[in-house]
T-cell receptor
């Protein structure tokens, strides 16, 4: 089974800071997903990527297939970015989830 | 937003009673999943379905059963609820099983 790890577990930043969350996995995959979960809220898919880089607004996701590593970057962070960010990989027809990174952005 | 709804959103039930959670989708996606989310464990797969009447167990399936009689509905049943099943339950859908997953809003279940 694929092991998915994330770092850091918790992250506190000041508004405007550049943020990086890391994800590593143990077995080769077809795709990796980044999800966002606000406190008490549902889970929203941010990105699905299998190579290179994707950008959506202030969010950028990158993946290095050879190194089995992905990063999620948030530029010009804002308090509304405060959430848990979850990395997930495909394993067959299922998903394996990382433990999540809890981000707090202070005004 | 993907059309996926869970019901109920909140439920309190007594130990030993049966409970059924419903997941309904309007996307006609083939794959449907039930997860539970607990502090310190992240999301764990309970059961999933890859078509009508086609289901399989996940890593934490003990005490749970599922049914899918229509493409749009995936039911999760706790035959006899226990306090260890107090959790937040999420349903998810995926078109092909390896494509993007869309999640419901979650059901908070408390077993007292």
């Amino acid at each position: 089974k694929n092991e998915v790890e994330q770092s850091p577990q918790n992250l506190t930043a000041q508004e405007g800071e550049f943020i990086t969350i890391n994800c590593s996995y143990s077995v080769g995959i077809s795709a990796l997903h980044w999800l966002q979960q606000h406190p008490g809220g549902g889970i929203v898919s941010l990105f699905m990527l299998s190579s290179g880089k994707k950008k959506h607004g202030r969010l950028i996701a990158t993946i290095n297939i050879q190194e089995k590593h992905s990063s999620l970057h948030i530029t010009a962070s804002h308090p509304r970015d405060s959430a848990v960010y979850i990395c997930a990989v495909n394993e067959g027809q299922n998903f394996v989830f990382g433990p999540g990174t809890r981000l707090s952005v202070l005004p | 937003d993907a059309g996926i709804t869970q019901s109920p959103r909140h439920k309190v039930t007594e130990t030993g009673t049966p409970v059924t959670l419903r997941c309904h989708q309007t996307e006609n996606h083939r794959y449907m999943y039930w997860y539970r989310q607990d502090p310190g464990h992240g999301l764990r797969l309970i059961h999933y379905s890859y078509g009508v009447k086609d289901t399989d167990k996940g890593e934490v399936s003990d005490g749970y059963s599922v049914s899918r009689s229509k493409t749009e509905d995936f039911l999760l049943t706790l035959e006899s609820a226990t306090s260890s099943q107090t959790s937040v339950y999420f349903c998810a859908i995926s078109e092909k099983g390896w494509t993007e997953a869309f999640f419901g809003q979650g059901t908070r279940l408390t077993v007292v």
